[in-house]
C-alpha cells in the first residue's frame, strides 16, 4: 500500500520535522489505521508487529478529524 492511498488524520507537513518524517496517523481504506512514530523497544511484540511510541497530541488530533 503506497502512502498515496492513506488519508492522512494528522499533521499538515508544514512542522518542524519535515514533511513526511512527523509521527502521524493514516487511515486505510479498509478503515484501519497506520501509525508513524519513533521505534520503540519498550517490549518485543509478536513477530510479523512493531511498536513505535507517538505523542499525546497526535492522537488528539487523529480523535478531532474523526470527529470522536
Not at 20 to 29: E, G, H, L
Not at 44 to 60: D, T
Amino acid at each position: 500500500m503506497a502512502r498515496e492511498e492513506l488519508t492522512r488524520l494528522t499533521g499538515n507537513g508544514n512542522g518542524t520535522c519535515g514533511k513526511d518524517d512527523c509521527p502521524n496517523i493514516y487511515r486505510t481504506a479498509s478503515g484501519s489505521f497506520v501509525v508513524q512514530g519513533d521505534v520503540t523497544s519498550i517490549f518485543q511484540p509478536p513477530q510479523g508487529e512493531g511498536l513505535v511510541e507517538i505523542p499525546e497530541s497526535v492522537l488528539r488530533e487523529a480523535v478531532r478529524a474523526l470527529g470522536w
